[in-house]
């Protein structure tokens, strides 16, 4: 696993999901997301295929809308506490993902979790 994954899976679930949402919501969606994309983990799909991300994302919560709200709250978890200036709007930030925009993708986490201190 690199650098970025490592720094990607530990925004993911100690930062961002256990601290907005709880460690047993967190562990329920971890579950739920697993059996929907046949094992494969987040991190990977988040930064690798994030159009199937959102699209497994969706089937998950059983609602589009829901997606996006949730994944919106990665923006505002960048905003108020990591006091991140240069955040993408939600439109722009789920834009990306249904583009399958990788580059934006990778690039925003890995700031993320350079700000946090879990990759250099």
Known sequence: MSGVDVGVLSLLIDLWLDSIFGPLYH???????SLACKGRRIED???????????????????????????????????????MVDVPTCDEFIGWFKSNNTEA????MVELARRRGLIH
């Open 105 to 108: 993708i990778v690039k925003f």
């Open 27 to 33: 562990l329920t969606f971890r579950i739920k997301f």
């Open 45 to 83: 799909l988040i930064i690798s295929n994030p159009s199937e991300f959102l699209n497994t994302l969706s089937n998950v919560l059983n609602s589009e809308t829901v997606a996006e709200s949730f994944l919106c709250t990665l923006t505002t978890y960048a905003k108020k506490y990591l006091n």
